[in-house]
């Protein structure tokens, strides 16, 4: 079945780049996903990557594809302490319903 | 511009007792989720619609119900509340099939509750 797998957690000073990894195992995975979640509050879409990009950049943020490993990664440049928060990697299938599989969430700190 | 509300915020039930949390969404779309959230656990779908009057289940759909009576709102009821149901409760919702135009899930803010 699909599953997606995160590191726990991870810490980067003020001003350096985080990168977050995600590997998922469903191969026809069509979307994937990165969510943000703040304390206290629900997840919020940050980026999307298809599956036949290898790329996708957003201002600081860097979404890579690897789809022969089914390796997802999220480059944050510049990390700011506002970017602490809890990061989701998630795919899903296209076409009607299609069940996202979340991964655990990556904690990221940011020491200032 | 207000998304994904839910109602409450904050809850604790007695063993035994029974609630509905509601969530109500403004961006007319017709598919509606809700998840779970425990330590250690990720994310987990209790029951999800894909319509007015349409409801399925999800992967942990045992002691909830749920109703989606109005395209905008999405009810999740616990009959007999029990310690297990302790958790973050996060109602979603999405545009529509996954694609053309459908990316990613609207959530809430969640529903912290606990059963003792």
């Known amino acids: 079945g699909e599953d997606v797998e995160q590191s726990l957690f991870l810490s980067v000073r003020e001003g350096d780049s985080s990168v977050i990894n995600c590997t998922y195992t469903?191969?026809?995975?069509?979307?994937l996903y990165w969510y943000k979640q703040e304390p206290g509050a629900g997840l919020q879409l940050l980026t999307y990557?298809?599956?036949?990009?290898d790329m996708k950049q957003d201002q600081r943020l860097t979404v890579l594809l690897n789809k022969k490993d089914k390796h997802l990664s999220l480059r944050i440049a510049d990390t700011q302490t506002g970017d602490s928060a809890i990061y989701f990697c998630?795919?899903?299938?296209?076409?009607?319903?299609?069940?996202?599989?979340f991964g655990i969430g990556t904690k990221l700190q940011v020491i200032p | 511009n207000a998304g994904v509300t839910q109602t409450p915020k904050f809850r604790v039930l007695k063993t035994g007792q029974s609630m509905t949390l509601l969530c109500a969404q403004d961006?007319?779309?017709?598919?509606m989720y809700w998840y779970r959230q425990d330590p250690g656990m990720g994310l987990r779908l209790i029951h999800y619609?894909?319509?007015?009057?349409?409801?399925a289940k999800g992967e942990v759909p045992d002691g909830y119900n749920v109703s989606r009576l109005k395209k905008q709102n999405f009810l999740l009821g616990l009959e007999s509340a029990a310690p297990s149901q302790t958790s973050v409760y996060f109602c979603?919702?999405?545009?529509?099939?996954?694609?053309?135009?459908?990316?990613?899930?609207?959530f809430g803010s969640g529903t912290r509750l606990t059963v003792v």
């Open positions: 979603a919702s999405s545009l529509g099939e996954t694609g053309t135009g459908n990316y990613g899930y609207t």
């Open positions: 998630a795919e899903s299938l296209a076409g009607g319903y299609q069940k996202v599989t």
């Open positions: 469903d191969s026809s995975s069509t979307y």
């Open positions: 961006m007319n779309h017709e598919y």
């Open positions: 619609s894909v319509g007015e009057g349409t409801t």
């Open positions: 990557i298809f599956s036949n990009m």
